[in-house]
């Protein structure tokens, strides 16, 4: 088996197509905060899972995306909506997965770099997440929900029994 790699991509911010402007995007990191923990007849530690932590979406666009910066500052945590489209192929095969990754956020940080004629624009953004999806060929894998106490991870959502115990479900 050969590796499948990015062939190419779109990213959209509120819907609006940033094609031939986004020019890199560093996809949100799944990490899960870890708590070391050892206890009387442990030979040895374990990690205990306390949930996710934050993720972020940065990007790097060519120029100067205005209709980011008239959104920074927003009041709630999921302000707005960006959607990365990635066309994924197969080195073995040559069969291409569309890769969507839906977030919502705000942006924390508006880069617009150094002013300097003759060089190009660059802006980067730090956008905080409160909510991801990663969709593979129309199929959800990941759905994280930080505001409605929702984690699904392949069709098993892993927070419904703590909704159910608190009176949320």
């Known amino acids: 088996m050969l590796p499948t790699n990015l062939k190419n991509f779109n990213l959209y911010n509120d819907g609006e ?3 031939g402007v986004a020019e890199e ?3 949100p990191k799944l990490s899960r905060q870890m708590e070391e923990y050892q206890a009387a007849g442990m030979p040895g530690p374990i990690d205990i899972d306390m949930g996710n932590e934050k993720m972020v979406l940065e990007w790097t666009s060519a120029g100067l995306v205005f209709s980011a ?3 920074y500052g927003a009041k709630k945590p999921d302000a707005l909506m960006l959607r990365f489209s990635g066309a994924y192929q197969r080195e073995d095969t040559g069969d291409t997965h569309a890769v969507e990754i839906v977030v919502r956020g705000r942006h924390k940080e508006i880069d617009m770099g150094t002013a300097k004629v003759k060089d190009p624009t660059k802006t980067k953004i730090t956008t905080t997440l409160a909510y991801y999806k990663l969709i593979v060929d129309g199929e959800v894998l990941i759905e994280y929900d930080a505001l409605a106490m ?3 991870v392949n ?3 892993l927070l419904e029994d703590q909704r159910k115990a608190i009176g949320l479900a």
């Open 155 to 157: 069709g098993t959502d």
């Open 17 to 19: 197509s940033l094609f």
């Open 25 to 27: 995007v560093v996809l």
């Open 69 to 71: 910066i008239k959104q």
């Open 150 to 152: 929702i984690f699904v």
